[in-house]
């Protein structure tokens, strides 16, 4: 481990003295494009600092807490004394999948191939591929994530050395479902900042689960960026699985690129977490692409969530589709910031955005905003949000058959969530998802279920004698 | 089993029900007749535990237990069920679902072990030959999308499931045509038994055609007015509300 903090040091002074002891080493395999980008980027981050909540973008979202932490930064993070099988364990009957994780923000491999690798689909670290795909790192590293106006994505870049890299050729349909599960489990306080590329030739199709686990109740800040570029007439299925612990932050920022006739649709699924920020930014970058970009969000206690949607329409002819879905109880804070530029060409441009929220508890706080920023004629726009408690009706309808308060509670919570795990196209996926909202909803699901070490016991919140298996 | 003394009842301090009085025993039909807005709704929401109410005065006993202690679910489990006017769509809950945990709670509230699958499954595939619903309920989302007959005949389905001892059906005539309303009495009629009551909410005497019931009362102004036989019914139907009206002036 590297960079220990010593008191009196902020965590920026922290990354800019890491900066410069690390900057050789970091940037040792940069085509000549990268290396200056690196530079622009940290100079990016040096001018801009750490997000805090006088910007607009994040005035309701405050990392000062989570940046007080006193950090390391792991670098080469020690793997020596883990048990591959207990990291790679996945509790879903039949939900088979190739699967790499990042471990402390150390790419691993189970060892086992990937079948569609004759086929020249390439899963391997990014920094593998910064030494053995230079051409396609030159082409697309950095191409699409925003290291001028954001500044955690430009320290991400500037830092940006482990990660996991995928590359599908042209015309080639990956069968197999690639996840990506990001574990962290450290004594220390890390922070860590994954670095992910995704590369869809033409008329490929991808599927792509991207898992963050906490194994333990160690506080941590993940600031992970993945640029997924689409190319023409492929076809991207993503989904982000997000169960972290309540003392970790974890901003997850994702930059698509969307060439003509490609089609998206990419899901955040926010089960657990202390404070989770997804950025999700899509370009409609060619005539005729598509993107459905949905999320579900279940926050209780103090956590808080964040979706900040950008749909960029910039070719004719596009459509795109949010749909945002929370449930926020007891002291719980969210916020939907979903903006939707048209830009003058793009005429003909179909895009839709919906955010819902139900709170539980009067405590419980979500801040929604849309704003659509049209410059073409041509356009069909809409938005909504709407927050609002439990339909009183329902719950007498419900309960007027027997069911108790508490459980109608619980199915129409369900419910309300259903409408976006249903939408969840594969279906293996979709059980395992289902089984974790109910499990969520029931107050049994724990980022410590899977640890084999249990070392704090969680205090266990009611737990519902409803049968809710056979939905 | 159902005994209603001088209730009197109100919603933000208007008083809606002023002294009904209701006698039900096992094995009757009741019909409850009445102008709009004269509480027939309130009385059927009040019965089966809506909240939204205030009980003033009076007491309601079921079998016994004095019903208005009782939380919606408990009164539910006690044999009370309440066929809506207004079926509420849930998106996402299956009818199987939302009937299967009711069976199982209601069984819970007497000691009993939930219901095995098949078992379930096979009930409900019973109920809805008896009822003549040949939809494939199982797995669509309680009342999404359902047309108004639909709604109403999935009331008396769910009635059918949870073998209620007393039905209180609130106007699941209003919105149905000839023959869902045939379908709806039918089904009624075939859970008729000596040992279970139905009151049932009705403008119209047309629902009476085909549920016949024993006893007609008048509801009007928060009071039952007159009660008689079914003869009744027929009479009002002659000769409107405004005869009552008269009557009573």
């Known amino acids: ?471 | 089993m159902l005994s209603i003394k001088n209730l009197r009842v109100s919603i933000n301090n208007k008083e809606i029900l002023k002294g009904v009085n209701l006698e039900v025993r096992p094995g009757e039909v009741h019909a409850i007749m009445g102008p709009n807005g004269t509480g027939k709704s309130t009385l059927a929401s009040v019965i089966s535990g809506r909240e939204i109410f205030t009980v003033d005065e009076g007491e309601i006993l079921y079998k016994g237990k004095n019903l208005l202690d009782m939380p919606v679910e408990d009164r539910a489990s006690e044999g009370i069920f309440l066929g809506f006017q207004y079926p509420v769509e849930i998106p996402g809950v299956s009818i199987t679902n939302f009937m299967r945990t009711a069976v199982n709670e209601q069984r819970k509230y007497h000691g009993l072990d939930p219901m095995p699958a098949n078992e379930f499954l096979a009930k409900m595939e019973e109920k809805k030959k008896m009822l003549e619903i040949h939809a494939k309920l199982a797995n669509r989302s309680v009342n999404e999308g359902f047309s108004g007959g639909e709604k109403k005949k999935n009331e008396i389905f769910q009635m059918a499931m949870l073998e209620p001892s007393l039905a209180i059906l609130d106007e699941t005539d209003s919105g149905l045509d000839i023959d869902a309303l045939k379908i709806v009495a039918s089904g009624v009629n075939k859970l008729r038994r000596p040992d279970n009551a139905f009151v049932v909410i009705t403008h119209y005497q047309r629902l009476l055609e085909y549920i016949v019931p024993d006893i007609v009362h008048v509801l009007f102004d928060g009071r039952i007015v007159r009660s008689g036989g079914k003869e009744l019914a027929i009479e009002l139907e002659e000769k409107g509300y405004e005869w009552i009206k008269a009557e009573l002036v």
């Open chain 1, 1 to 471: 481990m590297d960079g220990t903090i010593t008191g009196g040091t902020t965590t920026q002074e922290a990354l800019l003295r890491l900066w410069d002891e690390k900057r050789d080493m970091l940037g040792i395999s940069d085509p000549e494009r990268v290396a200056q980008l690196r530079q622009n980027a940290m100079q990016g981050f040096r001018n801009l600092g750490f997000p805090h909540t006088k910007l607009e973008k994040w005035r309701n979202t405050d990392l000062s807490r989570m940046l007080g932490n006193a950090f390391t930064f792991p670098f080469e993070a020690q793997i020596e004394n883990v048990d591959l099988d207990e990291v790679f364990k996945c509790d879903v009957p039949g939900f088979n999948t190739f699967m790499v994780a990042q471990y402390n923000g150390r790419y691993i491999e189970r060892g086992n191939r990937l079948a569609d690798a004759s086929r020249g689909v390439i899963v391997c670290s990014l920094s593998e591929a910064f030494s053995k795909h230079a051409d396609l790192i030159e082409k697309h590293f950095g191409r699409y994530a925003d290291v001028e106006n954001n500044s955690l994505t430009a320290l991400n870049t500037a830092f940006a050395k482990e990660g996991v890299f995928i590359y599908v050729p042209d015309n080639v349909e990956v069968t197999e479902i690639i996840q990506v599960v990001n574990i962290i489990n450290s004594d220390e306080t890390v922070f860590l900042q994954p670095r992910n590329l995704v590369i869809a030739g033409r008329n490929s199709s991808l599927k792509l689960v991207q898992c963050d686990d906490s194994i333990d109740d160690h506080p941590g800040f993940i600031n992970a960026v993945t640029e997924v570029y689409a190319g023409e007439n492929s076809v991207i299925d993503h989904y982000k699985l997000q169960n972290k612990n309540d003392r970790s932050a974890l901003v997850n920022s994702m930059y698509f690129q969307l060439e003509a006739g490609s089609s998206l649709s990419t899901n955040a699924i926010s089960l657990n977490g202390g404070l989770i920020r997804n950025e999700t930014n899509v370009k409609l970058n060619g005539r005729g692409s598509h993107a459905d970009v949905l999320g579900v969000y279940l926050m209780d206690r103090n956590q808080h969530v964040d979706n900040q949607v950008f749909i960029d329409h910039a070719m004719p002819d596009c459509t795109s589709n949010e749909l945002f879905k929370g449930i926020l109880d007891d002291h719980a804070s969210g916020v939907f910031n979903g903006h939707i530029l048209v830009r003058k060409d793009a005429q003909r441009t179909n895009a839709y955005q919906n955010n819902k929220n139900i709170l539980i508890s009067d405590k419980a706080v979500i801040d929604t905003k849309p704003f659509l920023e049209i410059y073409a004629d041509d356009v069909k726009c809409s938005h909504g949000a709407t927050v609002g408690q439990l339909d009183p009706e329902a719950m007498f309808y419900l309960r007027s058959r027997g069911i108790s308060q508490d459980n109608a509670r619980m199915l129409l919570m369900y419910a309300f969530a259903a409408e976006i795990v249903n939408r969840i196209s594969i279906p293996q996926l979709r059980l395992r998802i289902d089984d974790l909202v109910k499990k969520r909803l029931r107050g049994e699901l724990s980022v410590c279920d899977q640890c084999v070490l249990h070392c704090n016991a969680r205090e266990q919140k009611v737990a519902f004698e409803i049968d809710m298996s056979k939905i």
